[in-house]
T-cell receptor, first 116, second 114 residues
């Protein structure tokens, strides 16, 4: 079974600084998707960024970017110019591409605090 | 757009009671999912559906049942509530499965079983 591991339960960063959240995963598949979701205090799960495993180029979305290392099965999220609104739980997630196995498997999350 | 709507937002149940968590989406998505989130943990998949009339078990299905009679609705039924079912429940939907398209989540239902 696929597993997703987030080894940092909590992280903090000064406003306007850069922070990197770590994620590793385990799979025997060669083609899959990886995600970072944000969960603010409102509990609403929000997609931050998505990476397709067959694409070597790292995904970016404005201030958010990933470092995808397929061989190492590592998928870290970098947040640049941190803002107070970035404070939330961040979940790394994995999904296969095959029909019938389209299930998001989540890590345990990293709570990010932004220090003004 | 309403997106994914879950009701109720909060509920307290006594042990042995039953209830149905409602989930409806107005985006004409084929795929729908139910997750539970325990304190300090990620989301675990309970059941999912790839279309009306089709459901399948996820990682933690015991104690739950689902049905999918329409594209829009995907209710989750707890038959005999147990304290172990105290959790926050999330419904989600996507146009296609897995990572092909973005999954949209409801705001969750906080359930306490006492």
């Amino acid at each position: 079974a696929q597993t997703v591991t987030q080894s940092q339960p909590e992280m903090s960063v000064q406003e306007a600084e850069t922070v990197t959240l770590s994620c590793t995963y385990d799979t025997s598949e060669s083609d899959y998707y990886l995600f970072w979701y944000k969960q603010p205090p409102s509990r609403q799960m929000i997609l931050v960024i998505r990476q397709e495993a067959y694409k070597q180029q790292n995904a970016t979305e404005n201030r958010f970017s990933v470092n995808f290392q397929k061989a190492a099965k590592s998928f870290s999220l970098k947040i640049s110019d941190s803002q107070l609104g970035d404070a939330a739980m961040y979940f790394c997630a994995y999904s296969e591409r095959d029909f019938g196995n389209e299930k998001l498997t989540f890590g345990t999350g990293t709570r990010l605090t932004i220090i003004p | 757009n309403a997106g994914v709507t879950q009701t109720p937002k909060f509920r307290i149940l006594k042990i042995g009671q039953s209830m149905t968590l409602q989930c409806t989406q107005d985006m004409n998505h084929n795929y729908m999912y139910w997750y539970r989130q325990d304190p300090g943990m990620g989301l675990k998949l309970i059941y999912y559906s790839v279309g009306a009339g089709i459901t399948d078990k996820g990682e933690v299905p015991n104690g739950y049942n689902v049905s999918r009679s329409t594209t829009e609705d995907f209710p989750l039924r707890l038959e005999l509530a147990a304290p172990s079912q105290t959790s926050v429940y999330f419904c989600a939907s996507s146009f296609r499965g897995g990572g092909n398209t973005e999954a949209f989540f409801g705001q969750g239902t906080r359930l306490t079983v006492v």
